[in-house]
């Protein structure tokens, strides 16, 4: 069974960083995409950063564009994706999710577009004080 944890969430300060950890379990990366969506209270989901592996392509929203970094270490028994997020803001408090999808087949933008994954953790949350 494919199973994603997210981690390192928490409460920081404006202009602070912080790195947030997705450990994925079950599941050899090969053709892959990955990726980090968020949601704010009273707000839609929003696709920030997905990486695709069919054709190396990195998507990030314009919110997120220069601040934050997606990353995928998948050295053997350490398969873990990295958002790391810099100069916070208070509209970047939100629930964090990681999302999988085991076949990729499509470029990062298209399934930061669309949410569609297969596979999602359970969010970890992170507040950004003013």
């Known amino acids: 069974e494919v199973q994603l944890v997210e981690s390192g969430g928490g409460l920081v300060q404006t202009g602070e960083s912080l790195t947030l950890s997705c450990t994925v379990s079950?599941?050899?990366?090969?053709?892959?995409?990955i990726a980090w969506f968020r949601q704010a209270p009273g707000k839609e989901r929003e696709g920030i950063s997905c990486?695709?592996?069919?054709?190396?392509?990195?998507?990030?929203a314009d919110s997120v564009k220069g601040r934050f970094t997606i990353s995928v270490d998948n050295v053997k028994n350490s398969n873990t994706v990295y958002l790391q997020m810099n100069s916070l803001k208070p509209e970047d408090t939100a629930v964090y999710y990681c999302?999988?999808?085991?076949?990729?087949?499509?470029?990062?933008?298209?399934?930061?577009?669309?949410?569609?994954?297969?596979?999602w953790g359970q969010g970890t949350p992170v507040t950004v004080s003013s």
């Open positions: 999302g999988l999808d085991r076949l990729g087949g499509w470029s990062g933008t298209y399934f930061c577009e669309t949410g569609i994954l297969d596979v």
């Open positions: 079950g599941f050899t990366f090969d053709e892959y995409a």
């Open positions: 990486l695709s592996s069919t054709d190396g392509s990195t998507y990030y």
